[in-house]
């Protein structure tokens, strides 16, 4: 729990605004850390990102895929049957940096598949992952779609869902008759797994029981929220000097979810605007450290709060829902605009 950067001196006691208020180590004034989804990710365009990210001081979170698709994958990128790229990764978390999994692959894989893949992670990085997330299309994803979120608001969320975006997926990796069933794998050998994401900065300040248990959703030990920068443009969008100085200024915690192989080094040379972010973020007074040693030390400050209650859980779920809404409300405005201005105005003289 003592990897990543801060400043010397005794741990800073800062407000955040929730009734228990972390205290950051070392003296940092916030808590700062990436989840990187492996989508795309290649020995290409991964290791200039990662060599910046470790020159500045910076620890975090990348995930894997440890086997290879027995089918057509789904967006592409390096998995572990990649000897070279394990050999890259291995040195990633020789440094520091924490590695986690991404459900066996980049394609569904059924039972015996994740627990291959989960067997053959251990036996890559000294032990099962601590932390993952699912990949988006992936049959074996858990309490995923509409079954992330609880009655009426889980109704709201699929009737949405198919103005905006059908949902096409069925995920079924927490139903025990399904051949994509792993929910026992996942409570027996990982402890945080990622759910809901948010556009703030402040991680903490969007989900206030990070990380929390969810008794309705019980194969998931600990659930964690991270804030939503995607890609390359939403990455350096939310990380601009003004928010990041609302960050330090609040005290709070940023777990950001994003996919580094997604054009932040395209040509192999890391994206100078990518480049400036990343050296602002390391410059500050933070602490920087794997996701799931800022999970632990978030947990170890609190005590155990105990799970998350009907109440909790209904806020943050209107708060997901809300955002998501009108996210894919304005996606489809955006498409809309878009797809009218290629096509012939049908009222021009």
């Known amino acids: ?81 990649d000897p070279g790229y394990v050999a890259w990764v291995q040195q990633l978390q020789e440094v520091g940096h924490e590695i986690g999994f991404h459900n066996a692959s980049d394609h569904p894989s059924v039972r015996a598949t994740t627990h291959r893949a989960l067997d053959r992670f251990a036996e890559l990085f000294g032990g099962p992952p601590r932390i993952g997330a699912d990949h988006v299309g992936n049959h074996e994803a858990v309490y995923w779609g509409p079954k992330r979120l609880t009655g009426v608001r889980s109704q709201a969320y699929a009737l949405g869902m198919q103005v905006t975006r059908p949902y096409r997926t069925t995920t079924s990796g927490e139903v025990p008759d399904s051949e994509y069933f792993w929910g026992d794998l996942l409570r027996d050998r990982i402890d945080y797994w990622r759910n809901f994401t948010f556009r703030g900065i402040d991680t903490l300040r969007a989900c206030p029981q990070l990380p929390y248990h969810d008794p309705a959703r019980p194969y998931v030990n600990w659930w964690f929220a991270s804030s939503h920068a995607p890609t390359v443009d939403a990455f350096v969008a939310m990380f601009t000097p003004e928010r990041l100085d609302e960050l330090e200024e609040s005290g709070g915690a940023c777990i950001a979810y994003t996919h580094f192989g997604m054009r932040f080094a395209p040509d192999g040379t890391v994206d100078r605007r ?58 489809e405005a955006r498409r809309v605009v878009a797809r009218v201005r290629r096509e012939p105005d049908p009222w021009a003289p």
């Open 1 to 81: 729990m003592t990897r990543g950067a801060g400043r010397e001196g005794g741990e800073a006691t800062v407000s955040t605004g929730f009734d228990v208020a972390p205290a950051w180590p070392n003296g940092a004034r916030f808590a700062f850390s990436i989840f990187d989804d492996t989508d795309k990710t290649t020995l290409e365009n991964g290791p200039p990102v990662y060599d910046l990210v470790t020159d500045l001081g910076l620890r975090i979170t990348k995930s894997v895929w440890p086997v290879a698709p027995d089918g057509p994958a789904r967006t592409g990128g390096t998995t572990c049957d």
């Open 274 to 331: 990518v480049a400036a972010t990343l050296e602002d973020i390391a410059r500050r007074n933070g602490w920087f450290a794997p996701v799931s040693d800022v999970l632990d030390h978030i947990r170890a400050q609190r005590g155990d709060p105990g799970p998350i209650t009907d109440a909790q859980r209904r806020s943050l779920e209107q708060r997901w829902v809300l955002e998501q809404l009108r996210s894919r409300a304005g996606t």
